[in-house]
């Protein structure tokens, strides 16, 4: 089952939009979502947390006191705090940050905003970046686009775009490797 792009058979998925309808019918997505952002940032800052996290040597109970701590102190409490701790009582800890990704895709989608992603091989100027979010926004029927470019001087020139499940690979590193590919076959 998969709704707007976000897979929702397994169990991330299946947490993801738990929290997000009840988080929706208590009218506290934008608090869940701040707080699971913030979640996954510490997760990001301390191996100690990833740690925690994902071994599976600590019992539900450790995880669940040691985590009691890192929620106070980041201040993250309410719907989404206590959705932690349930995954933690659940032995799931190890999926929560799929399990965030996945409500976050949700909360986007909810939205009408769209996930894309740029690989360009040099600073893209702020006209074109500007032409290729609107280029996006009409690809998928006039959605916000959340767009995120990164440079990489290894494509040599043009352009990777992700939107979605979607990948439009212009690239001149691709075309080389493609025309490199048919002389080999050619000869």
């Not at 009218?27 to 869940?32: C, H, I, K, L, N």
């Not at 990704?101 to 702020?126: C, W, Y």
């Not at 990489?152 to 691709?174: E, F, H, N, P, Y």
């Amino acid at each position: 089952m998969a709704q707007d792009g976000v897979d929702l058979s397994g169990v991330a998925g299946r947490y993801a939009f738990a929290l997000h309808e009840l988080a929706s019918e208590q009218r506290a997505t934008e608090e869940v979502s701040r707080s699971l952002a913030a979640f996954q940032r510490l997760l990001g800052d301390s191996a100690d947390l990833r740690r925690l996290v994902e071994s599976p040597v600590f019992s539900a109970a450790e995880q669940v006191k040691a985590l009691d701590a890192v929620l106070s102190s980041a201040d993250i409490k309410g719907l989404a705090a206590n959705f932690i701790r349930l995954v933690a009582t659940k032995r799931r800890l190890f999926v929560l940050p799929e399990m965030i990704a996945a409500f976050q895709r949700l909360d986007e989608n909810a939205k009408g905003l769209v996930r894309a992603e740029a690989t360009v091989a040099s600073p893209l100027r702020p006209e074109h970046e500007s032409a290729l979010r609107q280029a996006l926004s009409a690809a998928t029927g006039g959605k916000t686009v959340n767009l995120n470019v990164k440079t990489d001087a290894s494509i040599i020139d043009g352009i990777i775009v992700k939107l979605g499940s979607r990948m439009v690979d212009a690239s001149l590193k691709t075309k080389l490797n493609s025309i490199r590919t048919r002389m080999k076959e050619v000869g």
